[in-house]
């Protein structure tokens, strides 16, 4: 079955970085766009940020509020998907998801958190 797996989380001051990673079993990877949401406390899920699939797999794309300090990227050997979010702020404090679609189903992995605190 699809499975999703998160990690990468954890406590970080402003201004520092983490590097999420979303192991992905049960389907063929590369063929398959993913994306990263998050949900901080009282809010609506988010989009942070996208990659292709298959022949789209360089391309990317990113939330407003991430661009410049987040990059997306996928390992399809490894079937392994990343996000590396630098310049870290409070406001990025949150619980991290990955996310693929698969004839029209939504599937997410665990989440994990991400927070950000002096």
């Known amino acids: 079955q699809v499975q999703l797996v998160e990690s990468g989380g954890g406590l970080v001051q402003p201004g520092g970085s983490l590097r999420l990673s979303c192991a992905a079993s049960g389907f063929t990877f590369s063929r398959v766009a993913m994306s990263w949401h998050r949900q901080a406390p009282d809010k609506a899920r988010e989009l942070v940020a996208f990659i292709g699939g298959g022949g789209f797999a360089g391309y990317g794309d990113y939330a407003d509020s991430v661009k410049g300090r987040f990059t997306v990227s996928r390992d399809n050997t490894k079937n392994m998907g990343y996000l590396q979010m630098n310049s870290l702020k409070p406001e990025d404090t949150a619980v991290y998801y990955c996310?693929?679609?698969?004839?029209?189903?939504?599937?997410w992995g665990q989440g994990t958190r991400v927070t950000v605190s002096s």
């Open positions: 996310n693929v679609q698969l004839d029209q189903t939504n599937y």
